[in-house]
């Protein structure tokens, strides 16, 4: 398979953004350490049970962006004939790899002895898409003595080519914060591979470097298998989701074009959301419309914006100005228009255009700038440009904005109102007051 074909800069990216999101040791000490009061009155309080619950949500959201990327280099690190290609693969697959490995032994770790928190951890958790026994069956995954051998199996390999991998870091830019990543998580391979490998790991080191290259089939990309069978535990795998056809339709898209106007905030549901994966709600994303290069212009912005893109969009490859046809491959989506002055729409249109290209927050943290969510995007916007008076809320220690909870003070604040819905009961646009009944039937609101 050519390697020119993989989208190399996109898993980059959401390899270096996730490892950089995943929880640190210090968050994840300070959170258990906390549930030791639970553990002594032998039940969890309503806040600690969402403090501990929404970090492991972060955990498994993280996971599964991680197990993907891992899961689309496969293919690319097989080639023999392109050992450059395959380097550059092995250098983004094995640092995935590593932070995933890290991660989950430090939480098995932390809560495979506090059998209260083991039990909160294995309860199904509907609102986020967590099923019951989650946990363990992670822990038995990270216990498996074969796919530990997989695992350290690629370490060999990067012992044996570790100069090859690390002078990427000259290419600069992600490259390098790839390798500063890797450079981060190598103290937790060594450890590991002290404690779990022993004689055994001595005997393996000498046999694989005696077949060296001839083994590159057999065994350095042995951990890669287990990417498949992990990413299966989750609901709605990536790969039925990009062959599965979506809802809104050409003949719905081209209504939405005829509705669309400049500032107007695009809110969207997929059926099976692996982007949106873990995310609370009905709806659990938003998009900012800046309008086409025609509509644009007659509000006197003046860009270098391509022709067709027409959506700032924050997802997992970052903050970056996109095409409607991909922001609406959804399916269901509703409308919001700003009801402010025409003046303060343009200012939060040349506002959200002034954010692309920042990263992902995989951390829902407003209280960074560098990073944007979804739903920060609009805020941001709207906050900065014409002062809105958003609330943030409070979500397991961190301020943020839901999509819904953006919907809700929107419109209750009189910033937004709803001028058309598609995909709840039913296969038509509707707009108007017919937009907003049903978007008010299809989540809890307050306006």
């Not at 039990?119 to 019951?132: F, T």
């Not at 598609?422 to 009944?437: F, L, N, P, W």
Request: aromatic share 10%; with cysteine.
């Amino acid at each position: 398979m050519s390697f020119e074909k993989l989208d190399y800069d996109r898993i980059l990216e959401l390899v270096v953004s996730a490892a950089k999101g995943i929880p640190a040791e210090s968050d994840l000490v300070e959170l258990l350490d906390g549930a030791l009061s639970a553990q002594q009155r032998g039940y969890f309080l309503p806040s600690e049970d969402e403090r501990l619950r929404d970090r492991y949500r972060q955990y498994l959201r993280l996971r599964t962006v991680l197990l993907a990327c891992i899961a689309e280099l496969e293919p690319y690190c097989n080639d023999e004939d392109d050992w450059d290609a395959c380097i550059r693969a092995f250098a983004v697959a094995f640092t995935a790899a590593c932070v995933l490995m890290r991660a989950a032994e430090f939480i098995v770790d932390l809560a495979g002895d506090r059998f209260l928190v083991w039990k909160k951890l294995d309860e199904a958790e509907l609102r986020y898409g967590i099923e019951a026994k989650s946990f363990s069956r992670m822990y038995k995954n990270l216990t498996s003595p074969r796919r530990m051998w997989r695992f350290y199996e690629a370490t060999l390999f990067w012992e044996l080519h570790s100069d090859e991998v690390m002078s990427l870091r000259g290419e600069g830019g992600r490259m390098r914060e790839l390798i500063e990543v890797l450079e981060l998580e190598l103290p937790f391979v060594r450890r590991s591979k002290a404690a779990y490998l022993k004689r055994q790991l001595q005997y393996r080191i000498f046999s694989f470097r005696r077949r060296q290259h001839s083994s590159y089939r057999k065994v350095m990309f042995q951990m890669f298998r287990m990417s498949g069978k992990v990413i299966s535990e989750v609901k709605q795998p990536i790969l039925a989701i990009q062959k599965s056809g979506k809802r809104v339709t050409p003949r719905v898209l081209a209504k939405a074009w005829a509705i669309l106007q400049p500032g107007d905030v695009i809110v969207t549901r997929h059926d099976e959301a692996m982007s949106n994966l873990f995310l609370p709600g009905f709806w659990p994303h938003v998009a900012f419309y800046i309008g086409s290069k025609e509509q644009r212009e007659g509000l006197g912005i003046f860009d270098d914006v391509p022709e067709g893109v027409n959506v700032v969009e924050a997802k997992k490859d970052g903050v970056h100005l996109r095409a409607l046809t991909e922001t609406l491959a959804v399916d269901a989506f509703t409308i919001l228009r700003s009801k402010l002055s025409a003046e303060k729409v343009v200012d939060a249109v040349k506002c959200a255009m002034s954010h692309t290209g920042k990263r992902y927050d995989f951390v829902f943290d407003f209280s960074q700038s560098d990073r944007l969510a979804c739903t920060e995007v609009v805020y941001r916007s709207y906050q900065a440009a014409a002062g809105v008076g958003f609330e943030l809320e409070e979500h397991a220690g961190r301020l943020c904005l839901t999509a819904e909870a953006l919907m809700n003070q929107g419109i209750k604040l009189g910033v937004f109102e709803p001028v058309a819905i598609y995909g709840v009961d039913g296969i038509k646009v509707h707009e108007g007051a017919e937009a907003k009944r049903r978007l008010a039937d299809s989540y809890k609101t307050d306006w």
